[in-house]
């Protein structure tokens, strides 16, 4: 970091020296506009990870981050998966939580109220095992004072279609959305899975239905076998795969779903620093979220945004909309 | 109670801590000290703290130890660790003078001991026990046992506090009375002013079943795998009779009745 810092000096020097404006010790702005959520940085906290913030909230001020993706709310309290939920593999971790959570009534009740007045954006995390659930929980939250937006989950797997995931066919990820947009005025994300074939194709479907934003990707499916007890090792079978390993799978959905549609790209899985935020802000993202890697260093959040700073700072760039999806597009043509 | 109350309003921290003595008490266990004096100052006996693994390394995911001893003022904790994986190993590794990052103090430990208590513990078990044992004077018991004398690898010295009685068993007679910890706990358990517990799960559920019949209030400290450690996950889930239950915030010390243990 002090490295970093250094080079910055001197390149300013330099500018100096060649009577160049000082606009490289200017600080890049790093606000940016999510599906219509103004964010002052962004950096949000991937949703299940950093649960309601509570506990996160002793170690740093939240208003570092530009968002906050609360752990996925169903309509009545789920109880999640039996344990062992969890399990560490190369690069990575696997998670069978199951999607615990104490329901929509007691999230207003004793987790929102705090949040409020955190000074950062409050998204929430929506499952459901139908669509009326799903409707039901986005149609309880419009309106309520203290939530910046709704982030659906199709991860889920849908009762009455025997258990298939809302997002793994564009129909159904077409019918859940449109039935939500019905129920909300608030910007609406779309959490997309990986386990498809081709995720384009679900980008564009949730498009269509009205998404103003898709957030991605989710945990990749997997799991392990414990050789002691020759049986799974997760309470829950499968579970999903997160963490470094998975970045540049991330990376490249996130590429392909920001070529693929017009509305803005949260980009996530496996982000570890400034470096990965940098190169999923290139591929298309407007926005990256951080899991796992919070699990091992607290401090990801305060790395990255600084990170960025400097990054855009050396390379003279005023803000991160001159970066993004550069990569793809590199004259910054639509 | 009221001093109880207090530090377990205690926030974690993340502290750099430098590592102090390190000793390799038995083949495939250390023993290590590390300077920790925000931890140290806060932390009362069942807390526990998160390893956080050298950068770079594999794996990644910080590891749980039960805070051994603390110092207020000489700031030192201390783990004692029997040596697993590879997070084990390469916490061993780390030579005196390089620094470790801690998160601590974590979770809800043991209330405080009443007279006469009995400390039951089960192999690495020892770790928040001795801790606990060093809490107080009064006249207290520990049962300590291990399949062999090999796992019965806490330092003699460790033990050596006022008041405090000391009974070992291990499954093949190698030290101390052959048998169980189970077997001794049955046999002075109608004399107790509370039990507390820490060893494999099938051990808790006979201290937990004992102390029920004979009507002894008792505690047990579980383990779940971790990630996040401080709540946030729900990655550590303990079945309770009122659902999951996080072992790092809720626990990982319980009430025997409020857990649901496996045999
Ligand atoms: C609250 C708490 C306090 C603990 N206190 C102590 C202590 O004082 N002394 C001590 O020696 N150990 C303690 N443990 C267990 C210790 O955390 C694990 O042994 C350690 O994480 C293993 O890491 P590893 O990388 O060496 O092994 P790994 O390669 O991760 O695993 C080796 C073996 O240990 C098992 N294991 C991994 N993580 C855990 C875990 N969290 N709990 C139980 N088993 C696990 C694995 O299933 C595997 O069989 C504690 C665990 C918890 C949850
Ligand atoms: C423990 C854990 C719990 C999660 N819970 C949720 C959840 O409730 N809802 C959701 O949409 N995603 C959930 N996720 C997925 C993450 O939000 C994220 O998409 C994924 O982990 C990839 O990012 P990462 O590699 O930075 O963790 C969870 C991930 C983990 C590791
Ligand atoms: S380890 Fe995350 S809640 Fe316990």
Same mark, same amino acid.
């Given at each position: 970091?002090?490295?970093?810092?250094?080079?910055?000096?001197?390149?300013?020097?330099?500018?100096?020296?060649?009577?160049?404006?000082?606009?490289?010790?200017?600080?890049?702005?790093?606000?940016?506009?999510?599906?219509?959520?103004?964010?002052?940085?962004?950096?949000?906290?991937?949703?299940?990870?950093?649960?309601?913030?509570?506990?996160?909230?002793?170690?740093?001020?939240?208003?570092?981050?530009?968002?906050?993706?609360?752990?996925?709310?169903?309509?009545?309290?789920?109880?999640?998966?039996?344990?062992?939920?969890?399990?560490?593999?190369?690069?990575?971790?696997?998670?069978?939580?199951?999607?615990?959570?104490?329901?929509?009534?007691?999230?207003?009740?004793?987790?929102?109220?705090?949040?409020?007045?955190?000074?950062?954006?409050?998204?929430?995390?929506?499952?459901?095992?139908?669509?009326?659930?799903?409707?039901?929980?986005?149609?309880?939250?419009?309106?309520?004072?203290?939530?910046?937006?709704?982030?659906?989950?199709?991860?889920?797997?849908?009762?009455?279609?025997?258990?298939?995931?809302?997002?793994?066919?564009?129909?159904?990820?077409?019918?859940?959305?449109?039935?939500?947009?019905?129920?909300?005025?608030?910007?609406?994300?779309?959490?997309?899975?990986?386990?498809?074939?081709?995720?384009?194709?679900?980008?564009?479907?949730?498009?269509?239905?009205?998404?103003?934003?898709?957030?991605?990707?989710?945990?990749?499916?997997?799991?392990?076998?414990?050789?002691?007890?020759?049986?799974?090792?997760?309470?829950?079978?499968?579970?999903?795969?997160?963490?470094?390993?998975?970045?540049?799978?991330?990376?490249?959905?996130?590429?392909?779903?920001?070529?693929?549609?017009?509305?803005?790209?949260?980009?996530?899985?496996?982000?570890?620093?400034?470096?990965?935020?940098?190169?999923?802000?290139?591929?298309?993202?407007?926005?990256?979220?951080?899991?796992?890697?919070?699990?091992?260093?607290?401090?990801?959040?305060?790395?990255?945004?600084?990170?960025?700073?400097?990054?855009?700072?050396?390379?003279?760039?005023?803000?991160?909309?001159?970066?993004?999806?550069?990569?793809?597009?590199?004259?910054?043509?639509? | 109670?009221?001093?109880?109350?207090?530090?377990?309003?205690?926030?974690?921290?993340?502290?750099?801590?430098?590592?102090?003595?390190?000793?390799?008490?038995?083949?495939?266990?250390?023993?290590?000290?590390?300077?920790?004096?925000?931890?140290?100052?806060?932390?009362?006996?069942?807390?526990?703290?998160?390893?956080?693994?050298?950068?770079?390394?594999?794996?990644?995911?910080?590891?749980?130890?039960?805070?051994?001893?603390?110092?207020?003022?000489?700031?030192?904790?201390?783990?004692?660790?029997?040596?697993?994986?590879?997070?084990?190993?390469?916490?061993?590794?780390?030579?005196?003078?390089?620094?470790?990052?801690?998160?601590?103090?974590?979770?809800?430990?043991?209330?405080?001991?009443?007279?006469?208590?009995? $400390?039951?513990? %089960?192999?690495?078990?020892? @770790?928040? =026990?001795?801790?606990?044992? #060093?809490?107080? /004077?009064? &006249?207290?018991? $520990?049962?300590? %046992?291990?399949?062999?004398? @090999?796992? =019965?690898?806490?330092?003699? #010295?460790?033990? /050596?506090? &006022?008041?405090?009685?000391?009974?070992?068993?291990?499954?093949?007679?190698?030290?101390?009375?052959?048998?169980?910890?189970? /077997?001794?706990?049955?046999?002075?358990?109608?004399?107790?002013?509370?039990?507390?517990?820490?060893?494999?799960?099938?051990?808790?559920?006979?201290?937990?079943?004992?102390?029920?019949?004979?009507?002894?209030?008792?505690?047990?400290?579980?383990?779940?795998?971790?990630?996040?450690?401080?709540?946030?996950?729900?990655?550590?889930?303990?079945?309770?009779?009122?659902?999951?239950?996080?072992?790092?915030?809720?626990?990982?010390?319980?009430?025997?009745?409020?857990?649901?243990?496996?045999?």
């Amino acid at each position: 970091m002090n490295k970093k810092r250094c080079q910055a000096d001197l390149e300013s020097k330099t500018n100096n020296d060649y009577g160049l404006t000082n606009e490289s010790s200017v600080q890049p702005d790093l606000r940016v506009n999510l599906a219509g959520i103004e964010l002052a940085n962004p950096i949000l906290a991937a949703s299940g990870p950093f649960g309601y913030g509570h506990q996160y909230r002793e170690l740093f001020d939240l208003s570092l981050l530009g968002g906050i993706i609360v752990k996925g709310i169903s309509p009545e309290p789920w109880e999640g998966n039996p344990p062992p939920r969890l399990a560490e593999t190369t690069g990575g971790m696997l998670n069978a939580i199951g999607l615990q959570n104490p329901g929509l009534e007691k999230f207003l009740k004793e987790y929102l109220p705090s949040l409020r007045g955190s000074g950062t954006k409050i998204i929430v995390n929506v499952i459901g095992c139908s669509v009326d659930e799903y409707a039901a929980v986005a149609s309880r939250l419009d309106g309520v004072e203290g939530i910046d937006g709704l982030e659906l989950n199709i991860s889920c797997p849908n009762v009455k279609a025997g258990g298939i995931a809302f997002g793994t066919d564009p129909a159904s990820t077409g019918n859940v959305v449109s039935t939500v947009r019905k129920q909300t005025g608030l910007p609406l994300l779309i959490k997309l899975s990986p386990n498809v074939t081709d995720i384009a194709s679900i980008a564009r479907a949730a498009e269509e239905a009205g998404a103003d934003g898709l957030s991605l990707i989710n945990t990749l499916s997997g799991m392990l076998i414990d050789l002691e007890k020759k049986t799974p090792l997760l309470g829950n079978t499968f579970g999903g795969l997160s963490g470094p390993a998975i970045m540049p799978v991330a990376l490249k959905m996130v590429w392909q779903v920001a070529g693929a549609v017009k509305i803005p790209v949260l980009g996530m899985g496996g982000i570890n620093s400034a470096r990965d935020a940098l190169q999923f802000i290139m591929a298309g993202a407007r926005a990256v979220a951080v899991g796992t890697g919070l699990f091992y260093n607290p401090d990801l959040p305060a790395e990255i945004k600084e990170g960025i700073a400097d990054y855009l700072q050396q390379h003279r760039f005023p803000d991160l909309k001159s970066i993004e999806k550069i990569a793809q597009d590199p004259k910054g043509e639509e | 109670m009221s001093r109880l109350n207090k530090q377990r309003g205690a926030k974690p921290k993340q502290e750099n801590c430098l590592v102090g003595n390190k000793q390799i008490i038995a083949p495939g266990y250390c023993r290590l000290t590390l300077y920790a004096p925000l931890i140290a100052r806060e932390v009362y006996p069942g807390q526990f703290v998160e390893v956080y693994m050298p950068p770079e390394h594999q794996p990644m995911l910080p590891r749980p130890f039960s805070v051994y001893k603390a110092n207020q003022k000489t700031g030192e904790i201390v783990i004692l660790f029997e040596i697993k994986g590879q997070g084990t190993r390469l916490i061993t590794a780390a030579e005196p003078g390089a620094t470790l990052k801690l998160l601590g103090p974590l979770g809800h430990g043991f209330p405080e001991l009443p007279s006469d208590a009995v $400390l039951v513990a %089960g192999g690495m078990g020892i @770790a928040p =026990l001795v801790f606990l044992a #060093s809490s107080t /004077d009064l &006249p207290r018991t $520990l049962i300590y %046992g291990a399949p062999t004398v @090999a796992q =019965l690898a806490c330092p003699s #010295s460790d033990l /050596d506090m &006022p008041g405090l009685t000391i009974l070992e068993a291990t499954e093949d007679g190698s030290k101390g009375d052959q048998g169980t910890t189970v /077997d001794l706990l049955i046999r002075c358990i109608n004399n107790v002013g509370a039990v507390f517990a820490c060893g494999p799960s099938p051990m808790l559920q006979a201290v937990k079943k004992i102390s029920d019949r004979a009507a002894v209030k008792a505690w047990v400290s579980v383990e779940e795998r971790m990630a996040c450690g401080i709540g946030a996950c729900v990655g550590c889930a303990v079945a309770t009779p009122g659902g999951y239950k996080r072992v790092c915030k809720d626990g990982p010390v319980f009430a025997a009745e409020e857990v649901i243990l496996s045999e």
